[in-house]
């Protein structure tokens, strides 16, 4: 079975600081994808990133970074000089083969809150 | 357009009424999701349409039914719901149903029975 584990249940930065939340999973599949997700408090989960297993570049969107490390089975995300508006739950995401579906198994998310 | 509405956004309903959640996208998706969200709780998912049919339903009570009329349109009907059943509903779709495609959420539909 699945497991993506979010070890951080909330984070509290001021703004400017770095913050990097965590996300370990677990799979057995060889091919597999990896998903981060922002949820605000408005409620709608906003898609960040996806990354394949196949792929082990790092990743840079403006003050967003993602560390994929297949040999630790991470993919962890950094803010760089983090701003109030980052303020949300955060969740990690893999995708798993249900024949020929698919779903979605969800870490239990870290609440980063960005005061000034 | 990377967007999917839902309403509506606010519903308090009896444990006897039948009330339904309306979800609808343009994007073109063939894939369409509906997620139960509990408080500081990750989502949790209730069904999965793929081309209009049914494909997952992860043993959710019958209570709630779900329903596709057509590719951009997905309905979750609600009838004689628990107090436990109070949550964020949430939708989304995906291009298709595949394990390498992001899915796109709705703002969910934030449901209290009384």
């Known amino acids: 079975a699945q497991k993506v584990t979010q070890a951080q249940t909330e984070i509290s930065v001021v703004e400017k600081e770095d913050v990097t939340l965590d996300c370990v999973y677990e799979?057995?599949?060889?091919?597999?994808?990896l998903f981060w997700y922002k949820q605000p408090p408005s409620g709608e989960l906003v898609f960040l990133i996806r990354?394949?297993?196949?792929?082990?570049q790092n990743e840079i969107s403006g003050r967003y970074s993602w560390n994929f490390q297949k040999s630790t089975s991470s993919f962890n995300f950094t803010i760089t000089a983090s701003q109030v508006v980052d303020s949300a739950v955060y969740f990690c995401?893999?995708?798993?083969?249900?024949?020929?579906?698919?779903?979605?198994?969800f870490g239990t998310g870290t609440r980063l809150q960005v005061t000034l | 357009d990377t967007e999917v509405t839902q309403t509506p956004k606010h519903l308090v309903m009896g444990m006897t009424n039948k009330k339904s959640l309306k979800c609808e996208q343009h994007?073109?998706?063939?894939?369409m999701y509906w997620y139960k969200q509990k408080a500081k709780k990750p989502p949790e998912l209730m069904f999965v349409?793929?081309?209009?049919?049914?494909?997952i339903n992860e043993s959710v009570p019958s209570r709630f039914s779900p329903e596709c009329p057509n590719s951009s349109l997905l309905n979750l009907h609600l009838h004689a719901l628990q107090p436990e059943d109070s949550a964020l509903y949430l939708c989304?779709?995906?291009?298709?149903?595949?394990?390498?495609?992001?899915?796109?959420f709705g703002p969910g539909t934030r449901l209290t029975v009384t």
């Open positions: 994007m073109g998706h063939r894939a």
């Open positions: 995401a893999l995708s798993e083969a249900r024949g020929t579906a698919s779903k979605l198994t």
């Open positions: 799979t057995r599949d060889t091919t597999y994808y």
């Open positions: 990354r394949n297993s196949f792929d082990e």
């Open positions: 349409y793929s081309y209009e049919k049914l494909s």
């Open positions: 989304a779709s995906s291009p298709v149903l595949a394990r390498s495609y992001e899915q796109y």
